[in-house]
């Protein structure tokens, strides 16, 4: 099978090794051992397997010995020797320049060397990848300046290997498992302003070294943190890209959405007692970081359609649209299934029903009007479905007397409401009686249900306290 590398981690710790005749005398080892013997790099984990089909040459021990010298440059040397070294001794070449202790310097010229004479293939731009990889870590690990990592990435444009995605993203990750934050904005900020750009910007990859870290502090929970990270660095004069945008109206949208946790939490809590009513400072608190969120997420959109242009307008409707269904903000979410209708990219028909639902709660009659015509036409269980968020959307709201015309509504198209619906409005009359015109309503709705045989026939009550006078009535 021939020699083989495997490129593993470096592990930080300091194994070099002193002298050429040591290093030399331990490759050595590893061929005089032949067959499928393991032969370990200690300044590198490197693994390199030989085999008596394919040794090292004399050449090989000779270069390294040279270069070590330092007598001429490396770039003098390998011309010398360069009919004499296989691409693998070549990769030792670097394995043993990159090794702590030695001057990393020569492993650039090396691979620059390389490059220019075409002898760079994929197990040894791998190589070098790795390599670079293992610097910036023990950059990073010796908390050295956010510069200093930035300076090594230009190094490495500089010959010719070309900064990957998956190298920004490998230094994000690294500082944010040190739990340096700071220094993880530090770096994204400096690669922006310093230009550099990524390979390998795939479907996987969209946003960049800002997306990819706005990204990373979402999976930690902290969306508000990451959405205000794309603002900061766009009010900066730091452009980030559209996916970094759109990955800040997700942070949005989530934070909108655990926020509403939250609070529906707090009203169960009220309700059993285990929490005091909140005071309108409470109230006004609560409203506005709310308000606050859904004011960056109207922002980062506008940015969207001003750089990204007409293709993206349907996704940011469609946010804008999740954002204020969480917000519950009914007239806003209905302005957003109107303007995604517009541009051929209708909603699903549940969101409809549920952005009526939240319009009713709020009593917003014109916009409840205008999504309720979707049921012209449509078929019984449509229709059915659509009246119960409608149904709901009013008992939410503490609504009655509109809940009732729904049910009532419902009968005269031969449909069921729902058991739990029913006896939800029929308590929410009772309970406001006296009320001016309940009481009409609260009948005319038990008269119907005794109709169609959902109610068994009611006995009405109503006493005249000045004639101190009790009259009944079978309904």
């Given at each position: ?6 490129f ?6 300091s ?11 331990f ?78 310097w ?44 930035v ?38 900020k ?56 759109l ?50 997420g ?37 302005r ?74 419902m ?31 609260y ?33």
């Open positions: 099978m021939g020699q083989r590398l495997k593993l981690p470096f592990d930080g710790t194994r070099s090794v002193s002298g050429i005749g040591k290093w030399v005398s490759i050595r080892k590893g061929k005089e051992a032949g067959g499928d013997e393991v032969v370990k790099s200690v300044g590198f984990d490197v693994i390199i397997t030989t085999n008596d089909e394919e040794e090292m040459s004399e050449g090989f021990f000779e270069a390294i010995e040279e270069l070590e010298r330092m007598a001429r440059e490396p770039s003098d040397v390998l011309e010398e020797m360069n009919e004499r070294l296989s691409a693998r001794e070549m990769q030792l070449v670097l394995v043993y320049f990159a090794q702590e202790g030695r001057d990393s020569f492993t650039l010229e090396v691979f620059e060397w390389l490059k220019k004479e075409n002898r760079v293939d994929k197990e040894t731009m791998e190589l070098m990848v790795s390599i670079m990889c293992s610097w910036v870590k023990k950059l990073i690990e010796a908390n050295n300046k956010v510069e200093d990592v300076d090594l990435l230009l190094e490495m444009d500089c010959i010719g290997l070309k900064t990957s995605f998956s190298m920004i993203e490998k230094v994000i990750s690294l500082y944010l498992e040190a739990g340096d934050r700071e220094k993880a904005i530090l770096f994204v400096e690669v922006m302003r310093r230009g550099i750009s990524c390979l390998e910007q795939d479907e996987g990859n969209k946003g960049g070294p800002v997306g990819y870290l706005a990204w990373k502090m979402m999976e930690e929970g902290s969306y508000v943190d990451a959405a205000k990270l794309v603002i900061h660095l766009r009010e900066c004069g730091l452009k980030p890209d559209i996916y970094s945008y990955i800040a109206m997700t942070a949005i949208l989530k934070e909108l959405n655990e926020f509403g946790k939250a609070l529906r939490k707090l009203r169960s809590f009220k309700k059993e007692g285990l929490v005091s009513e909140l005071d309108a400072n409470d109230v006004w608190l609560t409203e506005k970081y709310q308000q606050d969120l859904l004011k960056d109207l922002l980062i959109s506008t940015w969207v359609m001003e750089e990204g242009g007409p293709a993206f307008r349907a996704v940011v409707h469609k946010r804008l649209l999740a954002m204020y269904v969480c917000a519950g903000r009914g007239v806003e979410a209905e957003q299934l109107w303007e995604m209708k517009l541009l051929g990219k209708e909603a699903d028909g549940d969101l409809y029903d549920i952005v009526m639902a939240i319009c009713a709660s709020q009593k917003e009659s014109s916009s409840v009007a205008r999504l309720l015509t979707r049921i012209d036409g449509a078929s019984s269980n449509s229709k059915r479905k659509t009246l119960s968020w409608l149904l709901r959307g009013y008992i939410k709201g503490g609504h009655y007397q509109n809940a009732a015309e729904i049910v009532m509504k009968l005269e198209f031969g449909l069921c409401p729902e058991f739990t619906d029913r006896v939800a409005v029929l308590q929410g009359l009772s309970r406001r009686i006296q009320q001016s015109g309940i009481m009409d309503t009948l005319s709705l038990c008269k119907r249900l005794a109709d169609v045989e959902l109610i068994t026939p009611s006995i009405i009550y109503l006493h005249l306290k000045k004639h101190n006078l009790w009259v009944m009535k079978m309904i």
